[in-house]
């Protein structure tokens, strides 16, 4: 993994990530992973977030390592429910992902 200079504010990093969607999916990873350090409580962040968490789904089938990045994703919505939480878009993922990828019970 190589160190990007990433914007630091949410919404130039968002603009930033969106135009990097000819990389491959393994590259984009990395840079999402690196960007998750600085999301903030904002829409911008909401998406970044988000954009991760489709591209990680996505990435697993392909590669065969859902079951471990089901894992990581649950983590990640627990962590960061407390930044996220405002947004009723957030929790529409989090029961979609719940339900649909961790086959849970409600």
């Known amino acids: 993994m ?3 200079s990433l914007p630091k504010n949410t ?3 968002l603009d930033f990530l969106r135009n990097l ?7 984009l990873i990395s840079i999402y992973t690196q960007s998750l350090t600085l999301l903030t409580d904002d829409i911008h962040s909401l998406f ?3 954009d991760y968490i489709n591209l990680a789904l996505s990435s697993s089938e392909i590669e ?4 471990e990045t089901l894992a990581e994703i649950d983590q990640l919505f627990n962590l ?10 957030f929790w ?4 979609k992902f719940q339900v649909e990828s961790r086959k849970k019970g409600f």
């Open 2 to 4: 190589y160190l990007l």
């Open 11 to 13: 919404k130039d990093l």
């Open 21 to 27: 969607q000819n990389k491959d999916a393994r590259e």
């Open 48 to 50: 970044i977030f988000l």
């Open 64 to 67: 065969g390592t859902r079951e």
């Open 80 to 89: 960061f429910k407390v930044k996220l939480r405002k947004f009723r878009i």
């Open 92 to 95: 529409i993922n989090y029961l």
